[in-house]
């Protein structure tokens, strides 16, 4: 998947931009707040239809405007063009077009740009709560399964009804009803999450083993309640618990991933070099299954990528991404000559634009 040509409109920072890309490598450099993020999640919207760090769409317009406009010209592997455009008004809302079709559901839209992100903010999979980790794999089974994204769909909405039962007049028969629900659901979901997570872990190993010199032996491992007892048994034991509590106390909403290092936690034994090398392994072997997956080899972003990295495992990451494996990249950082020296050193061939008050110039 290659992203030719991305044009911009009151996104953000950015008044007005038109950018002609490389299908290598594309670098932006500028200071801290200048734009250079922005770039990276105009991508993300327009494969994901929403921004990667903001919770609400007004947030991504610029000040003073009425709303944006982000419009993409893309090539896939097949060499069949794409046009996606996503429009966001304060007063109608966010539309996304594909081709010149809009679509009923944004939902429908999901995994047909694939993408990968690396950020700093990554950093929550292994500090924040296991909510974070949760939607982590959610957001990546979803772009190529769309059978998961459905079922969990459906575990959420029916989740959310059985908690607003709880809270009000339960009675014995609807509670059995959405459990059932819940329990068709589960099984899909279940099932995607245990096979993924276990493709993931000799992947993880490999790529970590490249960044970090084969130094640590990490892991990667899933944890659910319904390993070891089925969820409709569980929801009937919790039942009396779940009345007290008003809330749906077990269930795949529950589930977590734990990281590992040298069979300790990551969060507590991984250095911050460790534990970034160990997050970038994961969004390559990230990478490498949804590529498997949808046909299409995915963007990847690496924003602010020298962030808790010395220059020696970021030559190895670029001499990584840089190979025949891997397609577009898109990388941020502030420091030109820094990033200028490393690629040179991985010998990467790469686009440079410097960003400054929202305004890209190609160096």
């Known amino acids: ?64 405007e009425e709303g944006f406009i982000i419009d993409g010209r893309f090539e896939r592997d097949d060499e069949r063009p794409e046009q996606i455009v996503c429009a966001y008004t304060r007063r109608s809302g966010k539309t ?31 500090s ?24 969990l769909m459906r575990y959420n909405a029916t989740l959310q009804e059985r908690n607003k039962l709880l809270k009000c007049s339960p009675s014995e028969d609807m509670l059995l009803i959405y459990d059932t629900m819940l329990s068709a659901a589960a099984e899909t979901i279940f099932a995607r999450r245990t096979e993924t997570i276990a493709a993931m872990q000799p992947l993880v190993e490999h790529y970590y083993g490249i960044l970090a010199e084969e130094r640590e032996t990490i892991g990667i491992e899933y944890r659910s309640e319904v390993q070891e007892t089925p969820l409709m048994e569980l929801l009937l034991q919790s039942r009396q618990k779940d009345f007290v509590n008003e809330y749906t106390s077990v269930g795949l909403h529950r589930d977590d991933i734990l990281f590992s290092i040298g069979d300790y936690p990551l969060r507590k034994f991984g250095s911050q070099g460790q534990q970034k090398s160990f997050l970038i392994a994961l969004k390559l072997a990230e990478y490498t299954l949804l ?37 577009q990249i898109f990388i941020t ?17 790469y686009k440079l634009f410097n960003i400054a008050a929202g305004t890209a110039t190609t160096l």
Request: hydrophobic share 35%; with cysteine; net charge neutral.
């Open 1 to 64: 998947m290659i992203l030719d040509r991305l044009s911009l409109i009151n996104f953000k920072n950015i008044a007005e931009e038109q950018l002609s890309l490389s299908r290598g490598i594309n670098c932006f450099v500028g200071d801290n707040g200048a734009g250079k993020t922005n770039i990276l999640d105009a991508i993300h919207y327009l494969s994901m239809a929403r921004s990667m760090h903001t919770s609400t769409d007004t947030q991504s317009v610029r000040h003073g």
């Open 96 to 126: 996304l077009k594909r081709n010149g079709k809009e679509y009923d559901k944004l939902s429908d839209h999901v995994g047909g740009i694939p993408i990968v992100v690396v950020s700093p903010g990554d950093t929550a999979l292994i």
């Open 128 to 151: 924040d709560s296991a909510e974070e980790r949760r939607k982590y794999i959610n957001r990546f089974i979803s772009q190529s399964d769309r059978t998961y994204l459905s079922a």
């Open 291 to 327: 590529a498997k997956s949808s046909g299409e080899k995915p963007i990847l972003l690496l924003d602010d990528l020298f962030d808790k990295l010395d220059m020696r495992r970021v030559a190895h990451l670029l001499r990584l991404v840089g190979g025949d494996m891997f397609g």
């Open 333 to 349: 950082d502030c420091n030109k000559h820094r990033l200028e020296r490393t690629l040179g050193e991985a010998g990467a061939e």
